[in-house]
């Protein structure tokens, strides 16, 4: 069956502009988390939705950056005024909505590059 | 707060050698363990998982991993490489009840033929 996808793959945008990733994750999948990946810094956890629930934004670095989750599927992130240290690769993953343990499945991930 | 330390940024391999990636974690409660691993402009693919139970955990393409609570260490190996296991491994671990994974920073396995 069909993975998590996200668009675009890549995206080149100049400081100070805003930028919106996409995320669709796996049909059915109620939890849906986005990730951070910068050169040297691993992997960072940006914010969590689960369900109707509140998101657990605690990941999200500035109050630039958010994220909304539409219907309880596709998910947006955006990147307000955008500056050269937000340049990473943006990873969406998410899982069925039942025992925590249950395996996230990521996404290819867009690169983001603000010049 | 947990976090987790792949010591090793980059790690050589002669082909059908064996290996050991090396992770250490610090948390103060229980803790659910993972390995992901990244093929080259590819996503994130599970390896394997420790929940509970058996310490020794066993994933695809022969890797396997061992839960040592007292070192808080979840080493992966595999004894005999192969090309096609180049590729980015990263160890991450979440908190019991928490639902964020908290990853290290990676190991670049590089096979040398």
């Known amino acids: 069956g069909a993975g998590v996808s996200q668009s675009p793959s890549n995206k080149v945008t100049e400081k100070g502009k805003d930028v919106e990733l996409r995320c669709d994750p796996i049909?059915?999948?109620?939890?849906l988390y986005w990730y951070r990946q910068s050169l040297g810094q691993g992997l960072e956890f940006l914010i969590y939705?689960?369900?109707?629930?509140?998101?657990?934004k605690s990941g999200l670095p500035s109050d630039r950056f958010s994220a909304e989750r539409t219907g309880g599927s596709v998910s947006t992130l955006t990147i307000q005024r955008t500056q050269q240290e937000d340049s990473a690769v943006y990873l969406c993953?998410?899982?069925?909505?039942?025992?925590?343990?249950?395996?996230?499945?990521f996404g290819p991930g867009t690169r983001l590059t603000v010049l | 707060a947990q976090s987790v330390t792949q010591l090793d940024s980059q790690v050589p391999v002669f082909e059908e050698a064996p290996v050991e990636l090396r992770c250490n974690y610090s948390?103060?409660?229980?803790?659910?363990l993972f390995w992901y691993v990244q093929y080259p402009n590819q996503g994130l693919q599970l390896l394997l998982k420790?929940?509970?139970?058996?310490?020794l955990v066993k994933g695809i393409n022969g890797f396997e991993a061992e839960f040592n609570k007292s070192q808080t260490s979840f080493h992966l190996r595999k004894p005999s490489v192969h090309i096609s296991d180049t590729a980015e491994y990263f160890c991450?671990?979440?908190?019991?009840?928490?639902?964020?994974?908290?990853f290290g920073t990676g190991t670049r396995l590089t096979i040398i033929p």
């Open positions: 993953a998410s899982r069925t909505g039942g025992a925590r343990t249950d395996t996230q499945y």
């Open positions: 049909s059915g999948h109620t939890a």
């Open positions: 939705f689960q369900g109707n629930s509140a998101p657990d």
């Open positions: 948390s103060s409660v229980s803790v659910y």
């Open positions: 420790y929940l509970s139970g058996s310490t």
């Open positions: 991450a671990v979440s908190e019991k009840g928490n639902e964020k994974l908290t």
